[in-house]
């Protein structure tokens, strides 16, 4: 991470912090708001609908990737309107907080998950141009971290603070923030273009070949599956986990505490040990080891719904699995951007992250459904995650044989 300079660090952390905010709300701050509205564990379990831009995005990412104007920089040319925007669609929603307008609210936080997904396509495709080869695990560190901190102020952090300065000073709060980044943005440099990302494209169908030659590497079929099942029994479990102790009798603002505030930081160190693994092991062998450790705090919350749960075991199966779910997270992310093609550096990654969110998006509904609806205990929930978990790890067998190949 040397080569980078602190103006750059400081421009990627920024920008992927605010686009973590509607995130981090959606996951923590809302299903708390909506329960405390008498909105279902089924109607809960659907808020994953919200992130449908996050998948979809790839279908417009080769346009991000070919649009742009040179004079302010093939990826700000994106970056600021979107910026803006972003900003606009929080301050709308501090004046739709009343029970009444939920559906309102929610089609907000729909709007928030639409500009700050497109904005990730172009915010990666800086990240791919100042990150080398050998930066892939302390980058991908303060890029994850970044985000998380994010995930931090726009749902934990700003959850618990609700209680003294309401729902719409949280929105007005988001929406500071996001126009301060976009003031960080206006006064960036991008790098110049380098040799690896070719010459400027000249058509939307040259980057389109471009992009088909990438996904036409051998061994394209089981990276898509990899990436996009690793998380698939951790994301039931997650979307579960809030509406499990509040219905075990915790209250909102501790909840929130424990798992957005003190979680996050457990998260963030874990994003720091991802990035160290990284660094000191083969990218593939970084993911193997923390998605093996990632199974003890998904057997721990299964442990807690049979038991029944305390205080002290909450929060020591909350710091856990934020610890290995984040140096899975970070080190998933650095092996994600060592298969992508520099020369549509942007529309490659937004792929791979695509598959990345298409294996989070169903666990949630699934979730919601099988306690909510099939009346499952949350104890068979949980223990169908750490299933799907251990699962993932006989898809390592694949990527090593292509690894050695």
Not at 118 to 142: E, M, R, Y
Not at 326 to 349: I, P, Q, Y
Not at 357 to 382: D, R
Request: proline content about 5%; charged content about 15%; some cysteine.
């Amino acid at each position: 991470m040397k080569k980078l300079s602190p103006s750059k660090l400081g421009l990627l952390s920024t920008l992927y912090f605010v686009q973590g905010m509607p995130y981090g709300f959606q996951l923590t701050a809302l299903p708390i708001y909506l329960w405390q509205h008498g909105v279902s564990v089924t109607g809960i379990g659907l808020l994953g609908a919200l992130w449908f831009p996050w998948l979809l995005k790839p279908l417009w990412a080769p346009l991000v990737e070919r649009y742009s104007s040179e004079r302010i920089g093939r990826r700000k040319s994106w970056i600021l309107p979107l910026q803006g925007a972003l900003s606009v669609t929080c301050l709308a929603a501090s004046f739709a907080t009343s029970p009444e307008a939920i559906p309102v609210l929610l089609a907000l936080v729909f709007l928030m998950n639409l500009f700050a997904a497109t904005q990730d396509i172009p915010v990666d495709g800086l990240a791919v141009d100042l990150l080398k080869d050998q930066d892939l695990g302390w980058g991908n560190a303060v890029q994850v971290g970044a985000y998380k901190l994010g995930a931090v102020a726009g749902g934990g952090l700003l959850g618990w603070a609700s209680q003294y300065i309401g729902w719409q000073g949280l929105f007005i709060v988001m929406a500071a923030l996001s126009l301060l980044a976009l003031v960080v943005a206006a006064f960036s440099r991008e790098p110049a273009r380098s040799e690896k990302d070719g010459a400027p494209k000249t058509s939307l169908r040259e980057v389109l070949r471009q992009l088909k030659e990438a996904l036409a590497v051998p061994g394209t079929g089981w990276l898509l599956l990899f990436i996009g099942f690793y998380k698939f029994g951790e994301s039931l479990s997650d979307t579960l986990y809030r509406p499990f102790l509040l219905s075990s009798g915790f209250e909102g603002p501790q909840v929130a505490l424990w798992t957005g505030t003190w979680g996050a930081i457990a998260s963030l160190a874990g994003t720091a040990a991802g990035g160290w693994l990284a660094t000191r092991m083969q990218l593939l062998h970084s993911v193997a080891v923390t998605s093996t450790l990632r199974l003890l705090p998904l057997i721990g919350r299964w442990l807690l719904a049979v038991t029944g749960p305390t205080a002290g075991g909450v929060l020591g199966v909350t710091l856990a699995e934020e610890f290995f779910g984040g140096a899975l997270t970070t080190a998933m992310f650095a092996f994600m951007m060592s298969r992508v093609d520099r020369r549509v550096g942007a529309a490659h990654f937004t792929l791979l992250a695509g598959m990345e969110l298409l294996g989070k998006m169903p666990g949630g509904p699934l979730g919601g459904l099988l306690v909510g609806e099939a009346h499952w205990s949350y104890a068979q929930a949980f223990l169908l995650g750490v299933g799907l978990s251990v699962a993932f790890l006989f898809l390592l067998l694949p990527m090593r044989r292509q690894r050695d190949a």
